[in-house]
């Protein structure tokens, strides 16, 4: 095995020079995308993304596993989806959102985008108690 098929990053060579893509960048194209989709309450990480949190940063790639190659991508997310939404509507706009997202800002071809659903989110109480005060 060379050093080219080490390196996990997007290399493409110009007239100019080369450019460079890491796939942890592509994870968090994916991921952003991913969480714009009205009806996900969030992604679904482990526990070293809990751990992350616990500590103050933002884990973009959470709930997000990407495999690039030289010109195409797979992704699969892992979500947690609101309580009421239609699953298959919700996973549907999340594939197109982040195929869309991914080959627009890296020129990658996405051949597959999949989604698991991991769990249900529920609206917390404190928002209903509020509702409650002000009629």
């Known amino acids: 095995?060379?050093?080219?098929?080490?390196?996990?990053?997007?290399a493409k060579e110009t007239n100019?020079?080369?450019?460079?893509?890491?796939?942890?960048?592509v994870?968090?194209?994916a991921g952003l995308a991913a969480t714009e989709v009205e009806g996900i309450?969030?992604?679904?990480?482990?526990?070293?993304?809990?751990?992350?949190?616990?500590?103050?940063?933002?884990?973009?790639?959470k709930g997000v596993k990407v495999e690039v190659g030289e010109k195409e991508a797979a992704v699969d997310l892992y979500i947690v989806v609101k309580y009421g939404v239609?699953?298959?509507?919700?996973?549907?706009a999340a594939q197109?959102?982040?195929k869309q997202a991914i080959e627009t800002m890296t020129g990658l071809s996405v051949?597959?985008?999949?989604?698991?659903v991991q769990g249900v989110g529920f609206p917390s109480e404190e928002p209903k108690a509020e509702e409650a005060?002000?009629?």
């Open 41 to 61: 309450a969030g992604m679904s990480g482990g526990i070293v993304s809990g751990v992350t949190e616990m500590l103050g940063r933002k884990n973009f790639t």
């Open 111 to 116: 051949v597959e985008v999949n989604v698991h």
């Open 96 to 98: 197109e959102n982040v």
């Open 1 to 10: 095995m060379d050093k080219k098929d080490v390196t996990k990053e997007l």
């Open 27 to 29: 994870s968090i194209i």
């Open 86 to 92: 239609r699953i298959p509507d919700v996973a549907l």
């Open 133 to 135: 005060r002000v009629h």
């Open 16 to 25: 100019l020079g080369s450019i460079r893509i890491a796939d942890e960048v």
